[in-house]
């Protein structure tokens, strides 16, 4: 199954920038023209406006607006030499487009516009208009996801003295914990071999999570491993009522991930999708990587929920994985329904 790409949010201020740009690019370029061919109409004179500057960066506007989206929202975890190469195709279309359309509106309300010789002009200066505004943009995209990084870092950088407390506060005698699952693990009988099998697992994850601590990252090969013993707790009890599938390719086992960002998406779908049900339902994993970073997939059968801005607000499991993601990476946890029942879950480590 193909993973959407997940899109970056739109901030208010980022919009309302983009307008007051513009505004003031019409504005600054009605009283240059206004003010350089010598108008002698008042320079508020609406269709003065429309001749000197108005409907030319109107229409700039409205075409620049699709392309703004495709780059810097639905394109925004691309690399940045893709986001460039987009424009090869956007600029010719832009400068088209923006010519046939401003010719045919200046012809219908009898306005002045160059023709024969004179249009390059026109293409020259919606050229260098469309290069120093989306240059603009870049530079302002990069500004930003700098700033946003070392928020980032200034943040992880904070929680490491309490992430080193907690990892030695987890050290302090973690043998015993081991010990004690090794003595009930040997008080059973022999012929309990499941449950034997159960406490044994459960003693690997303990282990896990323990080790976890003291790293930032593991292998997906240990993470992946981790939550299929923890699945396999949760399959004993739900026995034939629950089925788990796990899509990874080797060449990805490799890379590193937080430890313990799979579990509580699982978790959710075993506690709210899988449970409530009574025929039981199926959870898939299934993680790739390509140019825009690995992409994970987590989607079950289970009863599904309607209201998807609830599931940050159900515990601190998904909570927290949320503003791990957030913290660490800048991308967030993405909810879709599941087809033909079920919910999606969707993130993304660059």
Not at 125 to 140: E, V
Not at 167 to 191: D, R
Not at 307 to 323: A, F, I, P, S
Request: glycine share 6%.
């Amino acid at each position: 199954m193909k993973i959407k790409n997940l899109q970056r949010p739109v901030q208010a201020k980022e919009v309302a920038f983009f307008g007051m740009a513009y505004f003031g690019f019409v504005i600054l370029d009605h009283f240059t023209l206004w003010t350089f061919l010598g108008s002698t109409n008042n320079w508020f004179d609406f269709k003065d406006f429309l001749n000197l500057g108005g409907i030319d960066l109107l229409l700039k506007l409205l075409l620049g607006i699709p392309i703004w989206w495709i780059i810097f929202r639905k394109m925004w975890n691309f690399l940045l030499y893709q986001r460039i190469l987009v424009h090869a195709v956007t600029l010719p279309l832009f400068i088209y487009s923006w010519q046939k359309l401003y010719y045919l509106i200046m012809e219908n309300l009898n306005l002045y516009h160059h023709s024969g010789a004179k249009e390059v002009w026109d293409i020259y200066i919606a050229t260098l208009f469309y290069l120093m505004q989306f240059g603009i943009l870049h530079a302002y995209s990069y500004f930003r996801d700098n700033q946003e990084h070392i928020e980032r870092q200034a943040v992880l950088q904070q929680s490491v003295l309490r992430s080193e407390l907690s990892a030695l506060k987890a050290q302090l005698n973690p043998h015993f914990l081991y010990n004690i699952f090794n003595t009930i693990n040997a008080s059973i009988p022999v012929e309990l071999e499941q449950t034997r099998q159960m406490i044994a697992e459960l003693s690997d994850l303990f282990r896990y999570q323990l080790r976890a601590s003291n790293f930032e990252t593991v292998t997906l090969r240990e993470e992946l491993d981790f939550t299929s013993k923890y699945l396999d707790l949760e399959k004993a009890r739900f026995d034939e009522r629950l089925t788990v599938e796990i899509f990874a390719d080797e060449t990805v086992l490799n890379e590193p991930v937080p430890p313990l960002i799979l579990q509580p998406i699982v978790e959710n779908a075993v506690k709210h999708g899988i449970s409530p049900q009574i025929a039981g339902g199926k959870i898939t994993i299934n993680v790739h990587k390509d140019a825009a970073g690995l992409h994970f997939l987590i989607k079950d059968t289970g009863a599904g929920i309607s209201d998807k801005n609830q599931l940050l607000n159900k515990g601190v499991g998904l909570t927290n994985t949320e503003l791990r993601l957030n913290k660490m990476f800048g991308t967030s946890l993405l909810f879709t329904d599941n087809e033909p029942q079920g919910l999606c879950v969707q993130f993304i480590l660059k």
